[in-house]
């Protein structure tokens, strides 16, 4: 049986994860908790943290907040200034190749390198996601309709992608073939990048505030419904003509969060009552992680092996669940 161990945390958990086998939790009250040698309590912000990403290698959480500071934190206790934009609101992080980290403020997107050389992307209307392309060093940006493509090593012209709207959250599918957005309204959107097709994914009730890709992407699972909707990016055409799984379905409650697992065709459900849930593609098969009667779950992160799960809510509960017995 699945056994919980209770975190203690102050305020809204911003992200629960791991970062190589020791779990972490960064609170929007801007403490990074890091559970190694007996706990890591580190408050490198000046106020709370806004956004959380982990770098690509595995061994920092990029940090930042309403300070205009971008930290970069490891579980030995240190935490470095990376990047800084005194008066800014910094809450658009994305972590990409080499060390690479993009981050936002209004209608300005930047790229820090490793070697500490900034690239600036300006927009004509507010950003609102930034991700990384699997390969190379591209970056997506999503904006009031639609979104636009960057090079950062070449000067060249940036590709812009449409659709009416405002676009959110943004993610490449893991073979770089797709690129997805959560839109303001209750809906995502897709382009497949080898000829810009649209692709719109609908139905929702709830805005989308989640989205985790299954491990080896052929399914997109995402929040915003009383069950998680996992969108098929197989075939030709992504999911357009393809119905989407629905895994988890409640009556009364709205899945709030989404992680697939990292080996495994299972995805983690967390609700807005504070149960968690695993629940298997082929069959929706399930099982209970964690009883309702909480605080809307925020967050879920697996460790590597898929052995246990960090999960955080909107009011200072998070925990570690463990599948070993």
Avoid at 50 to 75: C, F, H, N, R, W
Wanted: with cysteine.
């Amino acid at each position: 049986m699945p056994t919980v161990a209770p975190i203690d945390v102050d305020g809204f958990v911003v992200r629960a994860g791991f970062l190589g086998e020791t779990p972490y939790f960064v609170s929007g009250e801007g403490e990074v908790l890091f559970l190694e040698n007996g706990g890591q309590r580190l408050s490198p912000h000046k106020s709370g943290v806004l956004a959380v990403e982990q770098s690509l290698d595995g061994k920092v959480l990029v940090t930042s907040g309403d300070d205009g500071a971008i930290y970069m934190s490891s579980p030995d206790g240190s935490s470095d200034l990376a990047a800084e934009r005194p008066r800014k609101w910094i809450d658009l992080i994305a972590c990409g190749p080499n060390g690479a980290v993009a981050f936002a403020s209004g209608r300005t997107a930047w790229m820090r390198l490793a070697d500490g050389r900034e690239k600036e992307f300006a927009h004509d209307r507010a950003v609102g996601g930034l991700a990384f392309a699997p390969k190379g060093l591209r970056l997506a940006v999503s904006r009031y309709d639609g979104a636009t493509l960057w090079w950062a090593g070449t000067d060249g012209d940036p590709v812009d992608l449409t659709w009416k709207g405002a676009h959110l959250g943004i993610s490449f599918s893991p073979d770089g073939k797709y690129l997805v957005t959560a839109m303001q309204e209750n809906a995502l959107h897709g382009w497949r990048l080898s000829d810009t097709q649209d692709m719109r994914m609908t139905g929702y009730p709830a805005k989308v505030k989640s989205f985790s890709w299954s491990v080896k992407g052929r399914y997109l699972a995402t929040s915003g419904a009383n069950a998680a909707i996992l969108w098929p990016f197989f075939g030709k055409s992504g999911p357009m003509g393809q119905a989407p799984l629905q895994l988890g379905a409640r009556g009364d409650a709205m899945v709030t969060a989404v992680a697939c697992h990292p080996k495994e065709d299972v995805v983690a459900l967390g609700y807005q009552d504070g149960m968690i849930m695993m629940s298997r593609f082929e069959d929706n098969a399930e099982v209970l992680l964690r009883r309702p009667g909480g605080h809307p779950v925020s967050s879920l992160g697996w460790d590597a092996a898929g052995l246990r799960l960090a999960f955080g809510t909107e009011m200072s509960e998070a925990g570690l669940i463990s599948l070993q017995d």
